[in-house]
């Protein structure tokens, strides 16, 4: 897995704020950090708000800056910071002053923030290391903040996929009630539609991000069928890399053919065979399934679950319908559409 | 009646609920630009789902619709989301959806 974060090592560190009323100070921490190649800029007591930001990855301050105004103005940004966000800040202290005083009242007025004291003077390794490890701090947080990100719109994408499948399955179970003339064939249809359901999802699944082969589709479905039936079904084509939308479209499709055939079709007889097979010519994919040699058919006076699926989703996936036939030696469905309609590269 | 909807399962369950209720599904399609391309159209009433195969393309379609005359009902199972779209259609059915649910929304257009 790629992580498509850029990574520590592909950017700055981060941005350094440093509000410092005496030149001396401003200047001196300034090239300090600039050796370093740390990003830095120096802001007085009225921009500071302005520059104050999410770019923001440590703010220095030393005793003088600390004006009810600028405290004011870090404590305002502090409260909208996101959760995973505690700002790393700097304070440069004198040695003469009460610094037990003054770090308890930052403290109280700086909540959810990482405050690191330094009394002056303080040297440069000292100060540069201090920097150094807030900023570290700081993009670990900024990761964590990205990760949670993450999850709050992994949860969402969950979500949504469940309640899509819930609604699938709500719709199968209504359109397969209302087809089933005893309890038991409820039972059998609605279970094996479920299953096929169940099948394809997990060949989606696998492949992730990738397509997935029309073979592993067409295998997963017949291979119920195969071990006693293996030379009675035929099924042949070229393979396509198919969509996650129409691997499990056509998956359905092919499940409803395959049981039509065993109840009521080819498959319902010891002589009876099917073949599915599919090519493409030009920018087209043609699909055919043809029965033979099984019991003679009959249109059925009402389109059942199994027609009445087929038609509406092969429709909808080529944008054209299928040709279905019932002819006296066998059902036949032929369609042919626009590759492009089902094929990811 | 029009529906646009991606998933072809609740898509023929939708279009076998409107024939129980005694109304014609004259067109189903999975994207707002696949409904952009039909040149004509007679549809009294779509259903539309707000995520369809073009992205999250079911309000814009709905606003399209309603340009031509076309009243639209979500059907989704993003309520929330299909809340601040609610000025461009009659009625909003959470998935999945039931005959009442649908016979009551399409009573709300009917008069017309």
């Given at each position: 897995?790629?992580?498509?974060?850029?990574?520590?090592?592909?950017?700055?560190?981060?941005?350094?704020?440093?509000?410092?009323?005496?030149?001396?100070?401003?200047?001196?921490?300034?090239q300090l950090l600039g050796e370093q190649q740390i990003?830095?800029?120096?802001?007085?007591?009225?921009?500071?708000?302005?520059?104050?930001?999410?770019?923001?990855?440590?703010?220095?301050?030393?005793?003088?800056?600390?004006?009810?105004?600028?405290?004011?103005?870090?404590?305002?940004?502090?409260?909208?910071?996101?959760?995973?966000?505690?700002?790393?800040?700097?304070?440069?202290?004198?040695?003469?002053?009460?610094?037990?005083?003054?770090?308890?009242?930052?403290?109280?007025?700086?909540?959810?923030?990482?405050?690191?004291?330094?009394?002056?003077?303080?040297?440069a390794?000292?100060?540069l290391?201090?920097?150094?490890?807030?900023?570290?701090?700081?993009?670990?947080?900024?990761?964590?903040?990205?990760?949670?990100?993450?999850?709050?719109?992994?949860?969402?994408?969950?979500?949504?996929?469940?309640?899509?499948?819930?609604?699938?399955?709500?719709?199968?179970?209504?359109?397969?009630?209302?087809?089933?003339?005893?309890?038991?064939?409820?039972?059998?249809?609605?279970?094996?539609?479920?299953?096929?359901?169940?099948?394809?999802?997990?060949?989606?699944?696998?492949?992730?991000?990738?397509?997935?082969?029309?073979?592993?589709?067409?295998?997963?479905?017949?291979?119920?069928?195969?071990?006693?039936?293996?030379?009675?079904?035929?099924?042949?084509?070229?393979?396509?890399?198919?969509?996650?939308?129409?691997?499990?479209?056509?998956?359905?499709?092919?499940?409803?053919?395959?049981?039509?055939?065993?109840?009521?079709?080819?498959?319902?007889?010891?002589?009876?065979?099917?073949?599915?097979?599919?090519?493409?010519?030009?920018?087209?994919?043609?699909?055919?399934?043809?029965?033979?040699?099984?019991?003679?058919?009959?249109?059925?006076?009402?389109?059942?679950?199994?027609?009445?699926?087929?038609?509406?989703?092969?429709?909808?996936?080529?944008?054209?319908?299928?040709?279905?036939?019932?002819?006296?030696?066998?059902?036949?469905?032929?369609?042919?559409?626009?590759?492009?309609?089902?094929?990811?590269? | 009646?029009?529906?646009?909807?991606?998933?072809?399962?609740?898509?023929?369950?939708?279009?076998?609920?409107?024939?129980?209720?005694?109304?014609?599904?004259?067109?189903?399609?999975?994207?707002?630009?696949?409904?952009?391309?039909?040149?004509?159209?007679?549809?009294?009433?779509?259903?539309?789902?707000?995520?369809?195969?073009?992205?999250?393309?079911?309000?814009?379609?709905?606003?399209?619709?309603?340009?031509?005359?076309?009243?639209?009902?979500?059907?989704?199972?993003?309520?929330?989301?299909?809340?601040?779209?609610?000025?461009?259609?009659?009625?909003?059915?959470?998935?999945?959806?039931?005959?009442?649910?649908?016979?009551?929304?399409?009573?709300?257009?009917?008069?017309?």
């Amino acid at each position: 897995m790629t992580d498509d974060g850029a990574g520590l090592f592909d950017e700055p560190l981060g941005h350094v704020l440093v509000v410092a009323p005496y030149r001396r100070d401003s200047s001196y921490i300034s090239q300090l950090l600039g050796e370093q190649q740390i990003d830095v800029s120096i802001v007085d007591d009225a921009s500071l708000a302005q520059h104050l930001d999410w770019s923001t990855s440590v703010l220095v301050a030393t005793h003088e800056a600390l004006s009810d105004h600028v405290i004011e103005t870090v404590a305002q940004h502090l409260e909208d910071q996101p959760a995973w966000s505690e700002m790393p800040i700097v304070v440069l202290l004198d040695r003469a002053s009460p610094s037990d005083r003054i770090r308890g009242a930052l403290g109280v007025s700086w909540p959810r923030s990482r405050l690191l004291f330094y009394q002056r003077p303080v040297s440069a390794i000292e100060l540069l290391s201090g920097i150094q490890s807030a900023l570290l701090m700081r993009s670990r947080q900024r990761e964590v903040g990205n990760y949670v990100e993450r999850e709050v719109e992994l949860r969402r994408e969950l979500n949504h996929r469940v309640k899509n499948i819930l609604a699938s399955v709500t719709s199968i179970f209504q359109m397969t009630m209302r087809g089933s003339e005893s309890i038991d064939e409820l039972k059998s249809d609605f279970s094996g539609r479920l299953r096929a359901l169940t099948e394809v999802h997990g060949a989606v699944f696998e492949a992730a991000t990738k397509p997935v082969p029309i073979s592993e589709i067409v295998e997963l479905t017949f291979a119920p069928y195969r071990v006693e039936k293996s030379d009675r079904i035929i099924l042949k084509g070229p393979e396509i890399m198919l969509t996650h939308e129409a691997a499990t479209t056509l998956a359905l499709c092919l499940h409803e053919l395959a049981t039509n055939a065993i109840k009521y079709g080819a498959l319902s007889v010891p002589d009876g065979e099917v073949r599915f097979d599919w090519n493409i010519a030009g920018d087209n994919v043609i699909m055919r399934w043809e029965e033979s040699s099984g019991p003679p058919v009959r249109k059925p006076e009402k389109s059942g679950y199994g027609t009445g699926y087929i038609k509406s989703a092969l429709s909808s996936l080529f944008g054209v319908p299928p040709k279905i036939e019932f002819q006296s030696e066998g059902l036949r469905l032929e369609i042919t559409g626009p590759v492009d309609r089902i094929r990811r590269n | 009646m029009l529906c646009l909807e991606d998933n072809p399962l609740i898509a023929f369950h939708l279009e076998q609920l409107i024939e129980d209720l005694g109304h014609v599904p004259m067109l189903t399609l999975s994207s707002f630009s696949e409904l952009k391309k039909v040149s004509e159209l007679s549809a009294d009433c779509a259903l539309i789902d707000i995520d369809l195969v073009d992205g999250r393309t079911g309000p814009e379609a709905a606003k399209w619709l309603r340009g031509k005359g076309v009243p639209s009902i979500f059907v989704t199972g993003q309520r929330e989301l299909a809340e601040d779209y609610a000025d461009r259609v009659v009625g909003i059915l959470s998935k999945p959806i039931s005959q009442e649910d649908l016979e009551e929304a399409l009573s709300m257009i009917k008069p017309n």
